[in-house]
């Protein structure tokens, strides 16, 4: 069965610095989204991505993050300078269709980034 | 503001003994509401998605029902492999492309 893959599997890095996270969707999805989890707490909605631009995006999504598909398979989060309050597990989902009706999410299995 | 609370927080079944999961939510128009099983260090996986009231799902030994307040996830003679987090999340007809996420129901099988 087709899957979302994410890579790395896990990050580290030093506050103040930039970090991407990659995410490959499911190859005939057109909508892609990234949620974060912060450890024992509940999974986020940070921002969904359409058509090559951003349809929805949370208040969580500020100017520190941007996210782009740089080619017809590639899925990216960009944090521009990482603070402590970032580390969490960072998901990558896809669907067919935006609206969800018999299009449900389809996640990856998360990159855990740690800020240091 | 849309919400979404999952209890017990944890449940712990000895293998067979059947019980429910319970999700409360509020929200301003249901679009869809999610069942979604998360396993230790991995993504959430898709269970079922239930839209009106009345509504049941049902895949091996999960079946999930809907009101218009609440949905329940009925777990019928468990095994140790259904052992996970049990997540529930509603879509809004406003701003559909999110999902508001409750913190889930941690659930043990004994064998």
């Known amino acids: 069965e087709p899957e979302v893959t994410q890579t790395p599997s896990h990050q580290v890095t030093q506050m103040g610095q930039e970090v991407i996270l990659r995410c490959v969707p499911i190859?005939?999805?057109?909508?892609f989204y990234w949620y974060r989890q912060i450890l024992g707490q509940k999974v986020e909605f940070l921002v969904s991505?359409?058509?090559?631009?951003?349809?929805?995006k949370s208040e969580i999504f500020d100017d520190q993050f941007s996210v782009e598909r740089p080619d017809g398979s590639n899925f990216t989060l960009k944090i521009r300078s990482t603070k402590l309050e970032d580390s969490a597990m960072y998901f990558c989902a896809s669907s067919e269709e935006g609206s969800s009706y018999n299009s449900p999410l389809h996640f990856g299995n998360g990159t855990r980034l740690t800020v240091t | 503001e849309d919400q979404v609370t999952q209890s017990p927080e944890a449940l712990r079944l000895q293998e067979g003994e059947s019980s429910s999961l319970n999700c409360s939510y509020t929200v301003s128009g249901l679009r869809g509401l999610f069942w979604y099983r998360q396993d230790p260090g991995k993504g959430p996986e898709f269970l079922f998605t239930?839209?009106?009231a009345g509504e049941e799902k049902e895949k091996e030994r999960l079946k999930a029902t809907l009101t218009k307040k609440e949905s329940f996830l009925h777990i019928t003679a468990p095994k140790p492999e259904d052992s996970a987090t049990y997540l529930c999340a509603v879509q809004a007809n406003t701003g559909f492309q999110k999902l508001v996420f409750g913190t889930g129901t941690r659930l043990l099988v004994s064998p």
């Open positions: 991505f359409y058509n090559n631009e951003i349809s929805e």
């Open positions: 239930l839209y009106s």
């Open positions: 190859s005939n999805h057109l909508y």
